[in-house]
């Protein structure tokens, strides 16, 4: 079995939820600056897009944001070595969507665009109603495959929905990524490096003072 198979079969898929050591490792050794930072798979510009994104789904409050602990670096990374061709034009396709629907609202630049125009896009493709988000998730395929934006007859209405699948492909990403880095499996989720007597009538408060353990 090939890398690529082996580590999506023992942790991440799209909106993954468990993380194995090989994919961890994958997280830890995304440790570029921001400012430095040159995208694998998306373009310069798509990159902006995509730290701009992630900090609206996780911001900086008295915790790091989504980009201070690398997780745009970790996503573009990991469609490109574990991803398989297929998924990689999907995100292709959903992240032009998503750009051409940005710029149709905010202007050409995207590194214009403000956190306030941003939130906004984030929100109204998070908290769509159950009659919208049906009909993006028919406009977003067609017979089952993806659109391609050059054959699109209706070009706002496609870049809509490939902005809906993207965004909504980022969400889970992003948290996961967020949780598993190893800023804040230390030093905000409970962290015991070596675990202790095992209680289980003690309350999570009482233990963690509330949080989560850290995997």
């Not at 468990?18 to 830890?28: E, G, K, T, W």
């Not at 900086?60 to 970790?74: G, I, L, R, Y």
């Not at 469609?79 to 050409?108: A, P, T, W």
């Not at 929100?123 to 109603?129: D, F, G, I, P, T």
């Amino acid at each position: 079995m090939d890398r690529r198979r082996a580590l999506r079969n023992i942790g991440l898929t799209t909106g993954f939820v468990a993380a194995s050591p090989a994919l961890l490792n994958l997280l830890q050794s995304c440790t570029a600056e921001q400012a430095t930072w040159t995208p694998e798979f998306f373009t310069p510009e798509e990159g902006i897009v995509l730290t701009n994104i992630v900090d609206v789904i996780i911001p900086k409050t008295d915790t790091p944001s989504a980009s201070e602990v690398n997780v745009p670096q970790f996503i573009d990374k990991y469609i490109v070595e574990v991803e398989f061709e297929e998924d990689q034009k999907r995100y292709k396709r959903r992240m032009e969507g998503l750009v051409n629907h940005l710029k149709s609202k905010f202007g050409d630049d995207v590194a214009s665009i403000t956190p306030e125009q941003y939130e906004e896009i984030v929100a109204e493709n998070l908290k769509v109603s159950g009659d919208k988000r049906d009909d993006l998730n028919k406009r977003i395929s067609i017979e089952g495959n993806e659109i391609e934006l050059d054959e699109a007859k209706k070009q706002e209405q496609d870049n809509e929905a490939l902005a809906f699948g993207m965004i909504n492909d980022l969400r889970w990403t992003t948290i996961n990524a967020f949780k598993n880095s190893q800023k804040i499996g230390e030093e905000v989720l409970a962290y015991d490096p070596v675990p202790g007597i095992y209680n289980g009538c003690a309350s999570l408060e009482e233990v963690t003072q509330g949080r989560a353990w850290s995997l």
